[in-house]
């Protein structure tokens, strides 16, 4: 944060309103369970803009600076925004950051909670939609963790209110709206810098104020950023959602203002939009009631897998109850973190048929992605349906009151089913093959072993002088091996001397997605450093590992496994060629793979790193070691 003015000293009881607690990637995070919340009052809903109150990119912020990390926004006491306000639905973009960090928003004047609203990378943007309480003087307090410019844009703003009918929140079981994807959507691909209105649904009155839709951007080809207003208005300078440009999906929850002709969504990005409706506010022509009022709350942890030995498996889902008895629906960032592969999560009232919806979006393996949620509840609670495996985290900081939905479904299942891993390789794997006792280390998973000598990826294969028959391809053997294959792990390419490597990396890719592979793990050349391997050799197997780090960016779903490094530290391993292993090295092989699969789990080690160790828990990336294990001590070779 670079600009702003110097700070104005306020005063007055600070409101019991807080901010929604965000798991960061940069940021420690409390442990333990639920704790008690303090609450606020009853509030009522009502629409402003959507308005940008701050923008440190410009002379003139609008903002006050606190210290060298943090700024102040005024909300309620400027002319956008009425009085008295205890809350605010506000968006927080993070750009122009050089490193990666995190933003937390919170109220002016309390103490800024262990927690963050934005975790952002660095050379991007980064935004995310909250709910969070006011100071006693209608501001909030920004702190962003490293050198960077912050954008705050407000869509609503909450007031005090023991009943109402106007900007009670209602409820509606989470359903898609729109799926851009779809051959008969209303709105099909949209080019960059166009506009498309989304008609109010039929479920929703005419003379509703606003609507909380989930927005997703899908194969956006270009950077750029979502907006959204109520249809028929003036377009705003605001943003909800920035996109990378990589086409992967990317998710951001918001309240938008709406009129009755629903809400206009301007896509600087181009591509696809997917959005789901989670409820709306009511208008005047609504009864009185106290349901559907804001109620904030003190930050609370509801779930975090990472701290109870658990996570959210894929094809699972895991409930948690409200920590609320009159909540219609609970106000929550839902994150995940050490994603396994590409995939989503949905949040939906526990004990219901789960819907065709998501909350949020990985495009890949390792992300940590946190997204705003509001979530009906049932008189279960709340649950969350994996379709990837996660560690997943889940805070609340408020609540809808209201009746809860019932619950009529049976409590689903959350298991870890072994995947089935297909080793596919030439004969630098065959040490596995041949060391028998050795493949007793594929622990936790269906293993698959197919190793041949002289074997190559997609042209013919040589003659096996060891085999004694040319072995078929890489692509073969994926393509023929029966059933389907979660895990591909391919050691080869040796023998690809003259070959497109770089193309061959896509074909194996494709064959291995084509029998349901969800990752495959390719490790890096062992180059023959030893003496007895020639210059040629060294050359080609470098390069070969350098077009598979190349061939990494194009494929979310490719593990490289840098083989190289980490049998490099290895003692006793290595043949006299320095690429093929003796029996010691097949131990440690087989054990490498085994971490890897462990790790892509999110399982502990299936053994420590040296005897009387306790193995790692989580198991950690083996990219990420500094020596191998102790394999003769281990196993006894």
């Not at 007055?12 to 420690?28: E, I």
């Not at 923008?55 to 400027?78: K, M």
């Not at 907006?227 to 909800?240: E, V, Y």
């Amino acid at each position: 944060m670079r600009r702003s003015r110097t700070v104005v000293e306020r005063v007055g009881a600070l409101m019991l309103a807080t901010v929604v607690a965000v798991l960061g990637a940069h940021v420690g995070v409390p442990d333990g369970g639920v704790v008690e919340a303090a609450t606020g009052a009853p509030s009522a809903f009502e629409p402003v803009g959507p308005y940008r109150l701050a923008d440190t990119r410009l002379a003139d912020c609008s903002c006050d600076r606190i210290d060298a990390e943090t700024i102040r926004v005024d909300i309620g006491g400027t002319e956008l925004v009425p009085n008295r306000i205890t809350a605010a639905a506000v968006t927080i973009t993070i750009t122009g950051s050089t490193t990666g960090g995190y933003a937390t928003v919170y109220p002016s004047g309390s103490s800024r909670p262990v927690a963050s609203t934005v975790n952002f990378p660095a050379y991007a943007s980064a935004a995310n939609s909250t709910i969070v309480g006011v100071g006693s003087s209608g501001d909030v307090d920004v702190f962003v963790s490293a050198d960077a410019e912050v954008i705050v844009d407000v869509t609503g703003v909450f007031s005090s209110a023991g009943e109402a009918s106007s900007g009670r929140f209602v409820s509606l079981a989470p359903r898609r709206i729109l799926d851009g994807r779809d051959a008969d959507a209303a709105v099909g691909r949209m080019a960059p810098g166009s506009a498309a209105t989304i008609p109010l649904p039929a479920s929703v009155p005419a003379d509703a104020t606003a609507i909380a839709v989930n927005v997703t951007s899908l194969r956006a080809d270009q950077r750029g950023y979502l907006s959204g207003f109520a249809a028929g208005g003036q377009a705003p300078d605001t943003s909800f959602l920035n996109v990378d440009g990589s086409g992967s999906p990317v998710a951001a929850a918001v309240i938008l203002p709406v009129s009755g002709d629903g809400i206009t969504i301007v896509n600087t990005a181009g591509g696809r939009l997917a959005v789901d409706l989670n409820g709306y506010f009511t208008g005047s022509s609504a009864p009185v009631s106290a349901e559907g009022l804001f109620v904030a709350t003190a930050p609370t942890r509801l779930l975090d897998t990472r701290n109870e030995q658990r996570r959210l498996w894929a094809d699972g889902a895991i409930e948690i109850a409200s920590p609320h008895a009159n909540a219609a629906a609970l106000v929550t960032n839902v994150t995940v973190a050490r994603t396994d592969a590409a995939g989503f999560v949905t949040a939906y009232p526990a004990g219901v048929s789960r819907p065709v919806v998501s909350a949020l979006n990985s495009a890949r393996r390792d992300q940590t992605i946190p997204n705003a949620a509001i979530t009906p509840v049932s008189t279960r609670g709340v649950g969350y349906y994996g379709s990837l495996s996660t560690d997943l985290i889940v805070d609340v900081n408020g609540y809808f009151t209201g009746s809860p939905v019932p619950a009529t479904q049976p409590v689903p299942a959350n298991t870890a089913v072994p995947r089935r891993v297909l080793m596919v390789g030439d004969s630098t794997l065959a040490v596995v093959r041949n060391v028998r006792a050795s493949q007793d280390l594929f622990v936790g998973f269906d293993p698959v072993l197919d190793a041949q000598g002289c074997r190559r990826l997609v042209w013919p294969s040589c003659f096996s002088d060891s085999d004694l028959r040319t072995p078929n391809t890489v692509e073969e053997a994926i393509l023929g091996t029966p059933g389907v294959v979660d895990v591909v792990v391919v050691m080869a390419g040796y023998n690809d001397w003259n070959d497109p490597f770089g193309m061959f990396v896509d074909t194996i890719m494709s064959a291995a997605r084509s029998k349901g592979a969800r990752h495959v793990v390719w490790l890096t050349f062992s180059e023959g450093r030893q003496p007895g391997s020639s210059a040629t050799a060294i050359g080609v197997y470098a390069e070969n590992t350098r077009d598979l780090w190349a061939s990494a960016p194009r494929h979310p779903d490719l593990v490289v496994a840098d083989w190289r490094t980490y049998n490099s530290r290895s003692v006793g391993w290595m043949g006299s060629d320095g690429v093929h292993m003796k029996t010691r090295g097949g131990y440690g092989l087989a054990d490498y793979i085994s971490r890897w699969i462990a790790h892509l789990d999110g399982r502990a080690c299936t053994a420590p790193l040296a005897p009387g160790g306790t193995p790692q828990d989580p198991c950690p990336s083996p990219n990420s070691a500094t020596r191998v294990p102790d394999i003769a001590g281990l196993y006894g070779v």
